[in-house]
Every structure is written in C-alpha cells, then in structure tokens.
C-alpha cells in the first residue's frame, strides 16, 4: 500500500520545485501575451522554455532538457530576437481593436478552452505512474535508450525529419532572397557620380559640436541646428533621429541667465558698498 | 504532489498561447504564442512518458521540437518578407492575397 502510494507522487523536493518554477513559468507566459514590446515577450518566453527545460530534466527526460536549452532557447529564440531586431524594436503593437469585442471573445474561447482541457485531464483515470528508470537502465541510460528508438522503430520518420529540413532551408533561402533587378554599379561609375555630386568629401560624423556622440544624434552645425545629413539613411527614414539641438540652446541660454543674474547681482553689491 | 499536475501546467500554457494568438496582432509574438503551445504539447508528452514509463512520448517530443525548429525558419522568413513588402508586421496589414 505505502510502496503504491509512493509511486503515484513524486517527492518533496520535486513538489517544491514544480510549485515554484510553475508559477514562473506561467508568469513568463502570460507577460509573453500580455507586453507590449516584442522583445520584452521574446525574453520572456525564453524563461518559460527554460523552466520547461529543468521539468524535461526532472522528468527523466535528460537528453530533451538538454536540446530544449540549446536548441529551443539557444537557436530559435535567438533568431526570433534577430528577427525582432530586423523588423524595428521600436514597432510596438497597437492596441486598437480592430474587430469590435474580438479580445473579449478571444478570452472566453480561451477560458473555455482552458476548463475544456483541465476537466478532460481531470476526468481520465491517470493513477498509474511508472516512472522512466526502468526504461532508462534499459539500454544503459536516456540518450541510448532514445538512439535506440531512433534508429529501430522510429527511423523511417527519422529520415522523413531529414527530409523536413532541407525543405525548410531551401525555403528559407528562397523566401529571403532577393533578385537584383538592375546591374549593380562599378567603382568609377560611383567616384564619377560623386563627383557630379555636391559632396565630394566624405560626409560630417555624428554629434560634432553636439553634447553627445551616439550615432542617431545629428551633429549641429555652428549656428546650433542639427544636420540631417550627419545622421545615416536608416535611421533618417525609420524616423529615429534623437534631437539634442533645443536641449543644448536651452542649456545655452540658461547658462547666460545664470551669469546675468549673478552679474547683476554683483553689479548691485557693488553698488550698495558704493 | 501527484504528476498529473504536470498536465495541468502543460493544459494551462497551451490555453495562455492559444488566447494570445488570438488576441495580439504582431505577427512575431503570435508566431511566439505558437511556440508557446508546441512547448506546452512537449511537456505534456514528456509527462506521458513518465507515467507510462517508456521513451515512446520522448521521441515525440523530440520530433515535435524538430518540426518547430523547421517551422520557425520558413515562418520568419515568411514575416521578414512580409515586412519588406508591406513595412510592418502586423497581421491585419497582410490583408491582400498578392504582396
């Protein structure tokens, strides 16, 4: 009775760790949902997989927990990060609906989803808990014991995987290329351009004679207003241009009030010694 | 603690991914929501072969990560192209069938 009992819970420690990490991850899921900036939902997502990552390895499932950490939160987020970073950071979501009460049906199709699930869950008779050390020791250890399913009983959906992924890399590479439509110029064709041009010599840097010198600050010229064209073609169009022109007049012209007032000031000390 | 709770967290974040592909609208984080629940379904499978005590589920869940790995290449770049066409990423921007 007591061994039964024993088989069908896991211990203490396993307890504590699910009861913790589970609200982590649940959290890092909703905030994947819920925040605004993609970034801040790849990141977040990142630490739910890794929390998934340590139940796989708490499961038994040791090779999974391991590719689940370097494939999952190593490659696949990395290049959801990238993408994000191609896209433009800036771009969050808008909030606006679109459909009108689409977001409250979306959250009662979601909760009713949710109970769906958790009472068929409930509902199944899920009493017998085996445990994966047998099935482990089988073959002398996890990897061995999944190489051996690999390549006997599952190796036919193994090579079809092969197959996948070719067909996902070629994919790739024809989905993102993109054909050059005219010839692309040479190097006197551009020196010839440039000195038809008005500007021969390179252009300004950023933030000469500016306060700062991040390259999406203009530069001022000497008159104090900023140069459009100290800034490179990006950012000018993606409208990302950070203007420190009004901030550095203003600071400027608090400075001569300063030294006016204390000039003043002096002038009327003067004066009262007088 | 009885592992069936392990279904319940798996049961739990596959419905958080389901609502919010259907809430959001930038086509990055509904692709994340979608892995959310590939990662939701893993974790069920994992469990499964737990209780059964065989490696049958954890094969399954390792071709399902492989299938996602696939699926995440061609569905990037599917946005990336999106986005060079259109300049955004939004789902409801993609309202024509030809770029």
Known sequence: ?274 | MNPVNYLYLAALLFTIGASGVLVRRNAIVVFMCVELMLNACNLALVTFSRMHGNLDGQIVAFFTMVVAAAEVVVGLAIIVSLFRSRHSASVDDASLMKL
């Open chain 1, 1 to 274: 009775m007591t061994g039964l009992a024993a088989a069908a819970t896991t211990s203490t420690g396993e307890a504590v760790q699910f009861w913790i990490l589970g609200t982590v991850a649940v959290i890092g899921a909703l905030s994947t949902v819920l925040l605004k900036r993609a970034v801040h939902s790849a990141l977040s997502l990142a630490g739910t997989m890794i929390i998934l990552a340590v139940f796989y390895l708490a499961n038994g499932a040791y090779f999974l927990g391991v590719v689940q950490v370097v494939v999952y939160t190593g490659a696949i987020m990395m290049l959801f990060l990238f993408v994000v970073m191609l896209v433009g950071v800036t771009a969050a979501d808008s909030l606006k609906e679109t459909l009108k009460g689409q977001r409250w049906l979306a959250l009662g199709c979601g909760l009713g989803f949710g109970i769906l699930l958790a009472a068929g869950i409930g509902s199944a008779s899920l009493n017998n808990f085996n445990g994966l050390g047998a099935a482990n020791a089988a073959h002398g250890g996890n990897v061995e014991g999944l190489a051996n399913l690999i390549f006997t009983k599952y190796v036919f959906a193994f090579e079809i995987t092969g197959a996948l992924l070719i067909t996902a890399t070629v994919g790739a590479m024809v989905l993102t290329h993109r054909e050059r439509t005219e010839r692309a110029k040479t190097q006197r064709e551009m020196s010839e351009e440039r000195v038809r041009s008005s500007h021969l010599p390179p252009l300004p840097a950023p933030g000469v004679y500016a306060r700062h010198n991040a390259v999406d600050i203009a530069g001022l010229l000497p008159d104090g207003t900023p140069s459009e064209l100290t800034v490179m073609q990006t950012l000018r169009r993606r409208g990302q241009m950070r203007d420190v022109s009004n901030e550095a007049l203003a600071d400027l012209k608090a400075l001569e009030q300063r030294s006016e007032a204390r000039l003043g000031r002096d002038n009327d000390e003067e004066e009262v010694a007088k």
